[in-house]
């Protein structure tokens, strides 16, 4: 055994603090690690300064946690990516880009104008009408925030990331792999060569106990909250949007045991090249599946439109990592021939 | 207008299928019936075939517009039911395009059969000129 301890970094990014609070609460198994690690930066628990980070020659695992939405995120991220010999992205934020990256839906402009000088939300009090990202003096002091980015993006975008903790945040099974990947490299001292995803790349439905039928013909779109959903019959075949079939395995189904739909905070299974395409490619033709010839053209557009906010079921937590985005990116950087 | 944007012509990809509105178009081909050069068209055995991840990757490398092109509802499809199954999937693209910020416009299905050689040049026109109208590709557009 080594003798020497191998240090971890846990660093926030744009994040909620539920990320955190899975890490801590690890409780014993977080106590039987410290016999072999010590924490070296974890702000959201103790008074580290990004100093302390930089100050370090090395680090050995750094724990990223949540998405890239501000320049000092970017700093953290390269900072990060530096110093450590495995990068973790911990978490859907840090993984896909995450709930935050539904901002993206929205310029910077236009959220900062919502979130600080709207009087929409009851929240703000903001009399000044400061708004992040403009220069900020006091006495000489420069206090400026620093600026929102265009989006909200996954850690891939900058920097190679060694392993994906995908979840939001990631749940136990996650947690116990996550661990014993930290065993082995306490052990070897071993990166791994390629990336590794703590979760299967099987799409969720198949450990769903939920009776599957054969064929599914939706009639309409039903949302959860507003009227009841069955136990043990599968989401879809009750009009609602489930999105089992294009989202890792590994959870341990909590929300399909809690009667609730899964919304993919997993992210998709390899085989997926954008979400929102794949939710279009297998959800759409399910409606009225079995009356299609009765049907008129137009009827039938009109039964899938009923679909309330796609965007929001097909990336609740991957909009970062969409093809979308990368369509934005092309015409702002300007495409070459 | 700057020089760059007065050289632009609309980029459109067209996925045809290869039993109805793809033969339509080799049809107006040999019949010499002229079409924007705009287009270009990719032959899909069925449309029920065209993925709207495909649709999102068009945009991604470049285009401007994509079209389908399918054999007319209810009973031509050769496969059957893909013509329906393209047609709700559109639906549906059309309105997450809108929810983004992108014009849903921009993607247009149509039914041309076979024989329809006089219906595909029509949509390459009129769809050709729409985009023209609408610009490149952008976001935030009405
Ligand atoms: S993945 Fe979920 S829990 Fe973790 S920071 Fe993002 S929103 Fe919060
Ligand atoms: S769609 Fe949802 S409810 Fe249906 S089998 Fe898949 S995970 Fe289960
Ligand atoms: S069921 Fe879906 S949303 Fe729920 S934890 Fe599992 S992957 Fe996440
Ligand atoms: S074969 Fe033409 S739409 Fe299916």
Redesign the pocket.
């Known amino acids: 055994m080594n003798e020497k301890k191998i240090k971890i970094a846990i660093i926030p990014a744009a994040?909620?603090?539920?990320?955190d609070v899975s890490l801590a609460n690890l409780n014993e198994k977080l106590l039987e690690l410290t016999n072999f690690v010590d924490i070296v930066f974890w702000p959201t628990v103790a008074d580290f300064k990004i100093e302390d980070l930089e100050n370090l020659e090395s680090i050995d695992i750094a724990l990223f946690?949540?998405s890239i939405r501000l320049k000092e995120h970017e700093e953290k991220l390269k900072l990060a990516r530096e110093k450590a010999k495995i990068l973790v992205a911990y978490?859907?934020?840090a993984c896909f880009g995450?709930?935050f990256s539904l901002g993206n839906l929205f310029d910077p402009e236009e959220l900062l104008e919502h979130v600080y000088l709207s009087n929409e939300l009851i929240t703000t009090d903001n009399t000044e009408k400061e708004i992040p990202g403009q220069k900020y003096e006091i006495n000489g002091l420069d206090l400026s925030i620093t600026p929102l980015t265009d989006h909200a993006r996954p850690l891939n975008d900058f920097a190679r990331v060694d392993i994906y903790a995908p979840g939001?945040?990631p749940r136990e099974i996650v947690l116990d792999m996550l661990i014993k990947v930290i065993s082995d490299y306490i052990q070897t001292r071993q990166i791994p060569e390629i990336p590794l995803v703590l979760a299967k790349d099987t799409p969720l439905c198949n450990s769903c106990p939920r009776i599957k039928p054969e064929k599914i013909s939706i009639d309409r779109f039903r949302r959860i909250g507003r009227e009841p959903i069955q136990q043990d019959l599968c989401f879809l075949a009750q009009g609602v949007i489930c999105l089992g079939p294009i989202t890792r395995d590994g959870c341990g189904l909590p929300c399909i045991k809690a009667n609730m739909p899964c919304r993919g905070c997993f992210g998709p299974t390899s085989d997926v090249i954008d979400p929102g395409g794949k939710f279009a490619s297998a959800f759409a033709p399910l409606f009225k599946l079995d009356q299609e010839k009765t049907l008129s053209d137009e009827e039938l557009i009109k039964i899938v439109e009923e679909i309330d906010d796609p965007i929001g079921y097909a990336y609740r937590f991957t909009l970062g990592i969409s093809l979308l985005k990368r369509i934005m990116r092309e015409i702002k950087e300007g495409r070459t021939e | 207008m700057a020089d760059g944007e007065s050289k632009w012509e609309p980029l459109i990809v067209a996925f045809l299928c290869k039993w109805c509105a793809s033969a339509g178009a080799d049809l107006a081909g040999v019949s010499r019936l002229e079409y924007p050069p705009n287009i270009t068209s990719i032959t899909v055995p069925c449309s029920g075939r065209v993925d709207p991840q495909l649709i999102l990757l068009a945009f991604v490398n470049g285009a401007d517009g994509v079209l389908i092109g399918g054999c007319h509802t209810p009973a031509d499809c050769h496969y059957v039911a893909g013509n329906f199954k393209a047609l709700k999937r559109f639906a549906l693209i059309r309105k997450m395009l809108k929810q983004y910020g992108i014009n849903p416009e921009r993607v247009r299905l149509e039914w041309i059969s076979a024989t329809e050689a006089q219906k595909f040049v029509e949509v390459a026109r009129d769809f050709t000129e729409k985009i023209r109208k609408l610009g490149p590709l952008r976001r935030r557009e009405k």
């Open positions: 994040s909620c603090g539920g990320c946690i949540g978490g859907a934020c995450g709930i939001c945040p």
